[in-house]
């Protein structure tokens, strides 16, 4: 199953991931507040996940990391800053 993880303790919620992902599989979540103070993004519904790595490459602070499973190995992609 492919996957990402969002680093929310310091995500600034800018949403661009969200805007990203075209099978709108990360929202802001309007509950909870880091401890910077945002909004942060969220992840969901990873059985969609296509593993295209968009909201990975647009997230400003480098803060998503792209789990794609092939057959038993998976693989992790992670912006390079």
Partial sequence: MNK????EERCKGCAYCVLA???ELIRIDPERINNLGYN???FSNGEACTGCALCAEICPEVLIEVFRERGKVALKWQNAE
């Fill in 4 to 7: 990402i993880t969002i680093r």
């Fill in 21 to 23: 992902c075209k099978r």
């Fill in 40 to 42: 942060p993004a969220v």
